[in-house]
Nanobody
Framework: VQLQASGGGWVQAGGSLRLSCTAS????????MGWYRQAPGKEREGLSCMHGSDGRTWYADSVEGRVTISKDNAKNVFYLQVDDLQRDDTALYHC??????????????????????????WGQGTQVTVSS
């Protein structure tokens, strides 16, 4: 399976973007989906995931309330809607997917849930740049 991320771009602070991740190839191997971002000089940050089997979602505290993960099975696409974008949201955004046996990739770190990077398939990043 291959993933293609798109939808990034330049946006003014307060604006919104909808990022897309299109799957091709053996799409039946995809079950759980995740979104990450990496800003220059910072570690990769897990933002959100969705369990493909039941649609349960998880969001990082840093973005909860401003992002929504969703999917369109008919189009083999999953999305990340990001609202009220701020300069700190400037980063390269990546999508990733796992087969049913791997799960959403959530793990407990220092008492808090975080999204691990244990995804089998990654898309290339799409750049989001927020200007004030």
């Amino acid at each position: 399976v291959q993933l293609q991320a798109s939808g990034g771009g330049w946006v003014q602070a307060g604006g919104s973007l909808r990022l897309s991740c299109t799957a091709s190839g053996n799409i039946f191997s995809i079950n759980d989906m995740g979104w990450y971002r990496q800003a220059p000089g910072k570690e990769r940050e897990g933002l959100s995931c969705m369990h493909g089997s039941d649609g349960r979602t998880w969001y990082a505290d840093s973005v909860e309330g401003r992002v929504t993960i969703s999917k369109d099975n008919a189009k083999n696409v999953f999305y990340l809607q990001v609202d009220d974008l701020q300069r700190d949201d400037t980063a390269l955004y990546h999508c990733a997917a796992n087969p049913p046996t791997k799960g959403c990739g959530l793990q407990v770190v220092d008492g808090s849930l975080e999204l691990s990077s244990e995804y089998e398939t990654w898309g290339q990043g799409t750049q989001v740049t927020v200007s004030s």
